[in-house]
């Protein structure tokens, strides 16, 4: 029968791997994770081990195949990670991710120039610390030595990959995420490769995340997949018009579905593939839901749950009664795209307890992604319009998603599956092996905006779009 058949989506994440095992209604049937550590060893330094990682995917492969026969095993990946391996494949550095932010000063004096523009306008990823070409220049000027050395260089779900497989390959909607790829062919830019003094073939080749192949040692089948933001497009629906997919993990993102490359006229936004003629035109935000890890463990310095934390909030009215967070801890992307961009505290009273603190942090971080949405679609009635699917960590909380709703003044709506990246995952592996799909991906639970809720978050998020420049201004 095959309501009986297993397939399994593994999810590559910043902090964690999971592995989820649906069935072909997309219902969730098991799920394991493994945690490992991200590591900060300067201000503006975040890196993983890959070893750490490659271990956490072969413990989710080794749970998951001691319960179930998956048909195949599909990929979703934190994408804009970078390390150098030798020709053996052993990694010579340590994976350098999204959130490292030492190019910083690269980027900054390309991003003006003409040359940065062209490479733009040529990838749809704007120059900043995020992409790996930025962080490959960056190697390049100050590690030369093991630079000089490179084999290739890899994101961690290419590391996986090869491990796996024995391939060196990257599906093109990792590479659209690199900064190195040229979004209008999906291939590798010739001209950004010989500005980084690197040749094609230190690259993995470019396939389709249908591209599936047997395991070295195992003999399962593996499907590439895509990069965990345009899958959670797929695993939610949001790949029609009228849809928006807005994302909270560690960090966050919302995220259109388009038809061909979108190219913003000042490099706010980023522009990723997905499959065939689908791609997605987007805003990915560094703040999310590692703003309230800090908040949790380094200021309230507590061990009560979220779900707590989040009760106590509920009791604070919207607005947080003039509290004002702006969540830049680690810089910004999207729109800002700034890596020095400070987070800011403002408007405190005596009045203000830890519960405004909790629900201020949560504002801020929805504010953040508001500001990316106004530039995706900068009209309020149309905005209104569409519907938010909701996906990540944050969508496990109902209130949080009704905040969303009255934030956005939108109508927020959940797949039946938070795991939005792997279901999107298990849904390219269904159409590399043409296996019909059953389930409708949209019928979870929907959230209305509260009306009344509409001008005070109005005015709060106007004042939020003022305080970043004004700071820089008294920088």
Known sequence: MDDKKIYVGIDIGTTATKAVCFNRSGKVIYEYSKEYPLYHPEFDQSIQKPNEVLVAVLACINQITK????????????????????????????????????????????????????????TGIPIHTFSPMTKIAWLKEHKKGVFSKAFKFISLKEYV?????????????????TGIMNIHNLEWDLEILKFLDIHSNQLSKIVKPTHFCKGLNDHLLYVIG?????????????MEPGKVALTIGTSGAVRLPIEKPFIDSQMRTQCYHLIDNQYLTLGAVSNGAIVLQ????????????FETLFKQAANVSSGSDGLLFVPYLLGERAPIWDASAKGTLLGIKIIHTQAHFIR???????????????????????????TIMASGGFAKSEFWLQMTADVFQMKVRIAETVEASAWGAVLIGFKSKEIEVLPETSNGKVFLPNKKHKIIYQQ????????????????
């Open 67 to 122: 319960e179930y026969q998956p048909e195949f095993i599909s990929f979703s990946s934190a994408m804009q990670s970078v390390l150098i391996i030798d020709e053996l494949g052993n990694p010579l550095t340590d994976a350098i991710i999204w959130a490292d932010n030492r190019a910083h000063e690269f980027a900054e004096s390309l991003k003006v120039t003409d040359v940065g523009k062209r490479f733009y306008q040529k």
């Open 161 to 177: 990959w090869h491990q796996l497989t024995g391939e060196y390959a990257i599906d093109s909607s990792m590479a659209s995420g």
């Open 226 to 238: 895509g990069g965990d933001g345009a899958l959670a497009n797929l695993g939610t629906g949001a």
């Open 294 to 305: 800090w908040l949790k463990e380094s200021i309230l310095k507590t061990e009560d749950s």
């Open 360 to 386: 201020a942090t949560m504002e801020g971080i929805l504010f953040g992604l508001l500001n990316v949405l106004e530039i995706l679609l900068p009209n309020e009635e149309t905005r209104e319009q569409h």
């Open 460 to 475: 709060s998020f106007a004042k939020f779009k003022r305080v970043y420049p004004l700071l820089k201004e008294l920088e």
